[in-house]
């Protein structure tokens, strides 16, 4: 349960627009809470707010060095992401190769007939 | 039956799925090598539909299948111990060989149906591509969605979760 807790803080961190930007600004380099906060029309302690969530949800780290404490992306929680979606087009894939066995059944059963009519219009 | 092939006349076999970052919706993309009748026949016909619809380990029961303008229905997938995953919803259009357009809702979350649209095109020589298009109330649900592993078969999603989370996240 704890697992499932921590996979929602972080679908809930990415479900504002402004942290979804954090996170893709973050994925070129990393960004302090000055530089982050100079690309956008809040103030610093609203970009602080969203850092902290984005930390919480474990999608961003802040590195200790001195002052500067820069933000780095935690690429394994992207990750995590992606591996959803390729479970998802997995269960798709196989869904749709059942399909595939079921179309395969129709035109061994079709054929027969389709010949009997010859052609007729279905 | 070949699971690798890079020859451009079979490209793209393989379910394509996208969710793009930020926007509510899920799309799916797959060709059939079958004409677009058979396959649009394959997604109405109750006694096709059961034959495919659900996860392979879970029984599948059709409570009520009315694919047309107005018409609803509703499937439960019940697992080796008895539970049961009930998904129903609202059929909006269905146009023969080309689209269907319908809710899909999930018992637990009666409340955030996706919308649904699947398309058919016949891509000539007997081939098929069908296209669905999910859109969900807002970017979490969505979200949420893609995480909890719709189809069924909630234990085995969890399970590889917790390995997932379990892994290279710790080390930090």
């Not at chain 1, 990750?79 to 087009?89: H, K």
């Not at chain 1, 129709?106 to 007939?113: K, N, R």
């Not at chain 2, 649904?116 to 949420?144: I, P, Q, W």
Request: hydrophobic residues 35%; glycine residues 6%.
């Amino acid at each position: 349960m704890e697992q499932e807790e921590r996979l929602s803080r972080v679908f809930a961190a990415l479900a504002d627009p402004t942290r979804r930007d954090v996170v893709r600004r973050l994925a070129t380099a990393d960004a302090t809470l000055t530089d982050l906060a100079s690309a956008y029309d809040v103030s610093v302690q609203a970009v602080a707010k969203h850092l902290k969530v984005l930390e919480d949800a474990g999608l961003v780290r802040r590195t200790r060095q001195a002052q500067r404490r820069p933000a780095t992306l935690n690429a394994d929680v992207l990750d995590l992401m992606t591996a959803w979606i390729e479970r998802r087009r997995r269960e798709v894939e196989e869904r749709y190769q059942r399909l595939d066995a079921v179309l395969d059944r129709m035109a061994q059963d079709e054929e027969p007939s389709l010949r009997r009519q010859e052609g007729a219009a279905s | 039956m070949t699971t690798h092939t890079h020859r451009s006349t079979t490209a793209r076999r393989e379910a394509e799925v996208i969710a793009p970052p930020g926007q509510p919706l899920i799309e799916i993309v797959r060709e059939f090598d079958a004409p677009v009748d058979r396959v649009f026949r394959a997604h109405v016909d109750p006694e096709l539909v059961v034959q495919w619809l659900g996860p392979r380990r879970l029984r599948m029961r059709l409570e009520q299948w009315d694919m047309r303008r107005g018409g609803a229905y509703r499937y439960v997938h019940v697992d080796e111990d008895g539970t049961e995953y009930g998904f129903w919803g609202a059929v909006h259009d269905v146009q023969p060989g080309r689209s269907i357009t319908q809710t899909f809702g999930f018992d637990p979350e009666p409340d955030t149906p996706t919308l649904d649209k699947a398309e058919f095109t016949d891509l000539g020589d007997g081939r098929t591509r069908l296209r669905v298009v999910s859109v969900t109330h807002d970017v979490a649900t969505r979200d949420a969605m893609l995480s909890s592993g719709m189809e069924g078969g909630m234990q085995e999603s969890y399970q590889r979760l917790d390995e997932l989370l379990a892994g290279p996240m710790e080390a930090s």
